[in-house]
């Protein structure tokens, strides 16, 4: 048992991010291993802070060390392969252990220091204490006398065939307060365990067999020899919206299961769970585990546990579900791999896809990428042999795909239509009414009005902590800041430049939801967007209402424009997607096509044909007519050769250092010194590809009234970058900069912090 172990505290600085040594007490010494939660004394007066045990037995660095303080349980322990992904992600993303660790288990399996009952110990507790439940069991007999009531004799018979919860027996009709007698006579023994909770207990099992289509089979044959043997291997589902690719990955998962491993489904929205949930719970029933941020704390624990325990053969989640403590993973699936979602933008700052090639390798797993507009980055991997490529060319059941409209918006302008939804989207909404079919509208822009800005001096009304528009909400009839959450109440009328008249301008989904209902007063009309879903399971509530046909027409931002499948929308409809056209960052044609391909594929997926309008200012853009005709691969080629000549990724690595703090001059200084830094240091390796941009302000120059700058870097994202990196951040935080401006480091950037 270990006598001394070297812990990673929490709330680290980059250069205090190392292992400290801590003394182990004689009666703590069964309790601690690899991975063990503890609580140590830290500094000159001793504070109490969270650390993690990542090595027992080292070599003390003096002769008076301090002794650990507490240890949590052995279930809160990190295991062997979890404990890989922290030292994993620290190497990878300039992350501290501690931040590491936080990332890889929720909230709710996390301890925070406290206090004893004596007042003065420190002791660890669990950030969730609600997570248990009553269990009882027989413990002796029912005495005769007094006469046992009915309720007794129920709940020793029920109980006479095992042990049972609270909630179960409650659902019987058996009160606590019958509970707690029987307990008292000795009848009932109580000990507390986790609660059990099924997410989706109402969705009935379907044991219909999976039939696939000829080249649904065979693209499932040519991914089966991967699953079957114990090496990893990486390969891209291509195939057009609604070829069935979800049809194959169940396939896949069945084939998995019977192997005797387990399979894992992410999925980049948390829109896009429920109907994830629904197949795979249909399917293979309660051993199915969910991993989101929109579950409550309980319940992310609860189903964290019950992986943990071994109790899940699935899981599905948004991107954190990476993490999920399963074991024996035999297939890794990333639906809709190309979303940027998938990329954490919070330390650590980690790419899902580069985290599961991780997982997949150490369990010899298939690692299956899935879309209709995959990554230019991985379907270059693809052509060149590194990752195998398979199609599906075309819709399940041989539906045809949609017929597309391009509008163009000045000529609605000019013929004397002033809406933003154009007289042949009209036209084709009202024929969709009338045939009782429904529509799905994407603008990618919630709130009402999108800016104010003033008729004299054309000054636009910014939020007062970030250099950003802020949007008018009527909903609340306030401006709001969609990046610190600044509002203003009431919206002012006058520009607090020149005294000037303020004009409200711009389309939201809140007015675009208005507009819809004076253009069409019988149709029933969803919004769809972060203020209509911020309920707890709005997502699930409000899109099964769609499918039950409860709502006509559907208008949202991003999260209507993939994997959402119903069957009577027939008609599709983008508005307002020039301002994505046209903005910064090296993928913003990439995002377009993609947002557009796949919006333009959630119609005609059943027997009846689609249809689909795209609104635009510049009908003639060539993205915008390659997605309006569906084709990927000459996007492609387009965009590939557009990447080489810029030399943007997939032929180099692109990391962005970011800087941010409340004086701008001291931000642009700070930037400057690590920009030298670097240079001196990458001096010293003059064979090493390196290209440094900036520094420059970043593409948003303020949040929350802190200034940002960054340094753009193309290089060779392996590890002779990265030590490059971490000694000019060594360097940078012994010049003591981080107290003029905070630096963060992200190897999976778009281009901006």
């Known amino acids: 048992m270990p006598k001394t172990v070297g812990v990673a505290v929490s709330n680290a600085t980059f250069h205090f991010d190392k292992l400290y040594t801590y003394a182990v007490m004689p009666d703590q010494q069964d ?122 004799l129920a709940a020793v018979a029920l109980l006479g065939g095992g042990e049972r919860t609270q909630t179960e027996l409650e659902e019987k009709g058996i009160s606590r307060a019958v509970l707690d007698n029987l307990c008292a006579k000795g009848v009932l023994e109580c000990s507390k365990v986790n609660k059990s909770i099924d997410l989706y207990s109402s969705i009935p099992l379907k044991n219909e067999p999976i039939r696939l289509t000829a080249e649904q089979q065979a693209a499932y044959e040519a991914l089966l020899p ?316 409000l899109l099964a209402k769609f499918a039950r046909h409860e709502y006509d027409i559907m208008v949202g931002t991003q999260m209507v424009a993939k994997g959402l499948d119903f069957e009577d929308v027939t008609l599709v409809g983008v508005l307002g997607i020039d301002s994505l056209l046209f903005a910064q960052g090296f993928r913003a044609y990439e995002t377009v096509f993609s947002l557009i391909t796949q919006v333009v594929g959630r119609s005609g997926r059943a027997k009846d044909p689609g249809f689909a309008i795209i609104q635009t200012t510049d009908p003639d853009n060539p993205v915008l007519n390659l997605a309006a005709a569906q084709d990927y691969d000459a996007f492609f080629e387009q965009e590939i050769a557009y990447r080489k000549l810029g030399l943007y990724p997939p032929f180099c690595g692109l990391c962005v250092v970011g800087f941010s703090g409340p004086k701008e001059i001291e931000v642009a200084r700070a930037a400057a010194r690590f920009s030298a830094l670097l240079g001196r240091q990458a001096a010293q390796q003059p064979d090493l590809p390196l290209r440094v941009l900036g520094p420059t302000p970043g593409n948003i120059e303020k949040i929350n009234e802190n200034y940002r700058y960054k340094l753009t870097i193309k290089c060779r994202a392996d590890k002779r970058f990265r030590d490059l990196v971490r000694q000019t951040l060594g360097l940078y935080e012994q010049e003591k900069l981080p107290s003029k401006a905070t630096v963060v480091v992200d190897m999976h950037s778009d281009g901006d912090i």
């Open 31 to 152: 309790a601690v291993r690899l991975g063990s939660m503890v609580l140590v004394p830290f500094g000159r007066g001793s504070r109490a802070r969270m650390g993690v045990v990542l090595a027992c037995d080292e070599e003390p660095e003096s002769s008076k060390l301090k002794f650990l303080f507490d240890v949590a349980p052995a279930s809160a322990c990190l295991t062997p392969e979890l404990l890989r992904l922290v030292h994993f992600l620290k190497e990878r993303t300039f992350c501290t252990y501690y931040e590491a660790v936080k990332a890889v288990i929720p909230y709710g399996a996390q301890y925070k220091p406290a206090v004893a009952a004596d007042g003065v110990t420190p002791v660890l507790q669990k950030q969730l204490t609600r997570h248990t439940e009553n269990s009882y069991k027989l413990a002796g007999t029912l005495p005769a006398k007094p006469k046992p009531t009915a309720k007794q």
């Open 226 to 541: 991967h699953l079957e043997d114990a090496a990893p291997h990486a390969a891209l589902l291509y195939g057009v919206t609604g070829s069935g690719k979800t049809l194959v990955f169940l396939k896949l998962i069945e084939r998995c299961l019977q192997l005797g491993k387990r399979a894992l489904v992410l999925v980049p929205e948390i829109s896009l769970t429920p109907q994830m949930i629904l197949r795979l719970k249909s399917r293979f029933g309660k051993r199915v585990a969910v991993q989101h941020s929109a579950l409550n704390h309980t319940e992310r624990l609860l189903q964290w546990q019950m992986i943990q325990d071994g109790g899940a053969d699935i899981v599905v989640g948004t991107r954190s579900a990476i993490f999920s403590p399963l074991e024996n993973i035999g297939l890794v699936i990333i639906d809709e791999e190309q979303e940027h979602t998938y990329r954490s933008e919070s330390a650590p700052r980690y790419a899902a896809h580069e985290v599961a090639r991780q997982r997949a390798a150490e369990n010899g797993s298939l690692l299956l990428l899935a879309s209709a507009t995959p990554s230019t980055e991985s379907f270059y991997a693809a052509q060149n042999g590194r990752t195998q490529l398979v199609r599906l060319t075309q819709r399940y059941g041989g539906n045809p795909l949609p017929s597309v409209q391009i509008v163009d918006m000045r000529a609605e302008l000019a013929s004397g239509n002033p809406r933003e939804i154009s007289l042949a989207m009209e036209d084709a909404i009202r024929r969709n009414l009338d045939a009782g079919k429904q529509t799905i509208l994407l603008l990618n822009r919630r709130g009402y009005q999108t800016m104010a800005q003033c008729d004299d001096c054309r000054e636009v009304l910014k939020c007062p902590k970030c250099s950003v528009p802020m949007v008018y909400h009527k909903a609340g009839h306030k401006l709001l800041c969609h990046y610190c959450g600044t509002q203003l109440d009431p919206p002012p009328k006058t520009c607090p430049a020149c005294g000037g008249k303020l004009l409200y301008r711009g389309f939201g989904t809140q007015k675009a939801e208005e507009e819809l209902a004076q253009l069409f007063p019988e149709a029933r009309v969803l919004r769809m967007d972060q203020d209509s879903t911020a309920a707890k399971d709005a997502h699930e509530k």
